[in-house]
């Protein structure tokens, strides 16, 4: 699953929309709705800013040998 298709859950879950997100994190309201649709890539500092803001934690972690061999 993509990172802006988990985003968006963790909105939901959280009842937040992407206004109120781009108002927390600092980010226009284009720019967090050009991320969400992929218009626009994710960098290190959007990523931990909306994270930070939808308590999330990014983690690296190696795939299971299951999905390498797929």
């Keep these: 699953m993509s990172f802006s298709i988990k985003i968006k859950h963790a909105l939901v879950d959280a009842d937040m929309n992407p206004s109120k997100l781009a108002r927390e994190t600092g980010y226009s309201v284009m720019h967090i709705h050009n991320l969400l649709?992929?218009?626009?890539?994710?960098n290190e500092e959007s990523m931990q800013k909306v994270c930070d803001t939808l308590g999330l934690e990014l983690k690296l972690v190696p795939k299971e040998e299951s999905e390498v061999t797929k």
């Design 37 to 42: 649709n992929g218009r626009r890539r994710w």
